[in-house]
């Protein structure tokens, strides 16, 4: 604990400690907690129901707030409501500590932008410009190190970026991805120092890596390996994250046959 101007700070294994009992606070709704994030996910039949439990939900919320004599900025508080088009023309209000919370359509989970029309449109144009201002460097760079050091520099800048994830906003039509997609064979290109005649397969065969699609459809099928036969590398909340066939029916369907076909082939 240490004392600066007048307050107390707690260091962050103690502020958990002393905050973990917010999901105790309310049972209509899932928090998710992430060091001083706080997220809270409310589902519903309808979007009457929803707005209910959102409500009662806050008002708890704000009573465990002052309760443990924390408080909340407003002002950095929002929502998003994902559903049908009409719903997000409904006229609602939700409130904390007395104070309206504004609607937005995108907002930003643990470094990936969502979307209320879940397109990922907004995290794609998030990576592809964080992704730009490697081209000049990139340009620059190729003449004065090895190739070697230049495939490190690819897997050290923007494959992270393009990892991150991509289980999630690579779940998307594939125009959506174009961009990107151009982008990131513009860079490995200027790395390998190719001319536009070379063709995307070399590119990507070279860096012993895959197109932004496969990748995704490669980190599924890891997913659902470590699942099956590595449940121990997984964090517990995936513990029961799937269903298999078995504990619903006898069948072997055409959906898990192809499953298990790519997550062969894959891995």
């Known amino acids: 604990m240490e004392y600066h101007k007048g307050q107390y700070y707690i260091g962050p294994l103690l502020f958990l400690l002393?905050?973990?009992?917010?999901?105790?606070?309310?049972?209509d709704c899932s928090i998710?907690?992430?060091a001083d994030n706080t997220n809270v996910f409310v589902h519903g039949k309808s979007l009457d129901e929803v707005i209910a439990k959102a409500n009662k939900s806050l008002a708890l919320l704000s009573k465990w707030f002052t309760a443990n004599k924390l408080s909340l900025s407003v002002d950095k508080t929002s929502y998003s409501v994902f559903g049908k088009p009409d719903d997000k023309k409904h006229n609602f209000t939700l409130q904390l500590c007395n104070n309206d919370i504004k609607q937005v359509s995108c907002y930003k989970y643990l470094g990936v932008y969502v979307y209320d029309q879940l397109n990922w449109k907004n995290h794609i144009k998030y990576v592809?410009?964080?992704?730009?201002?490697f081209v000049s460097i990139f340009y620059k760079l190729r003449h004065k190190v090895n190739s070697q050091i230049l495939q490190t520099v690819y897997f050290l800048f923007i494959h992270p970026h393009l990892l991150y994830g991509i289980e999630v906003y690579a779940n998307t039509k594939k125009s959506f991805l174009n961009g990107l997609m151009i982008l990131n064979n513009k860079l490995l290109r200027t790395l390998q120092q190719?001319?536009?005649r070379t063709h995307t397969v070399e590119l990507y065969k070279n860096y012993n890596t895959v197109t932004i699609p496969d990748l995704h459809d490669y980190q599924l099928c890891n997913?659902?390996?470590k699942f099956l036969y590595n449940k121990e590398k997984l964090p517990p909340a995936y513990s029961n994250y799937f269903t298999q066939n078995y504990a619903v029916h006898n069948y072997y369907t055409k959906i898990g046959m192809i499953c298990t076909y790519i997550a062969a082939k894959q891995l």
């Open 18 to 27: 002393y905050t973990i009992d917010i999901q105790n606070c309310t049972s």
């Open 32 to 34: 998710k907690l992430f």
């Open 128 to 133: 592809h410009k964080k992704l730009l201002k």
């Open 194 to 196: 190719q001319t536009l």
């Open 223 to 225: 997913l659902v390996h």
